[in-house]
């Protein structure tokens, strides 16, 4: 015998006030009416998440875009330290990187 499904919100708010009434455990509740116990507890899972949006404010949040710092890039080696800028020239940093290379 298959179990008759919840037909809508109102039905469903009504079978979980009954079955909270009855002191039953869900489960314990549907099969005794006759119902699916996981069509009920989908229902109670959907009307209590939408509860918990509808008691919540909706919250304004301004965003600023951050001024970007220019990228830079440190090179350590030992004691040794180069910094470089994001525009940086390739051949100047590969002949700073043998001077340090020989240090």
Known sequence: MSKRKIRD???ARRCLADQMVSGLPLAAWAAVEGID???LNSWRLNLARR???QGAAPRMVELVA???APA???IRCGRLEVEVGEGFDQDTLFRLLQVVAAC
């Open 9 to 11: 919100e109102g039905d």
């Open 37 to 39: 116990g996981r069509s």
């Open 51 to 53: 509860g918990q949006q």
């Open 66 to 68: 951050a001024a970007a």
């Open 72 to 74: 830079k890039y440190t």
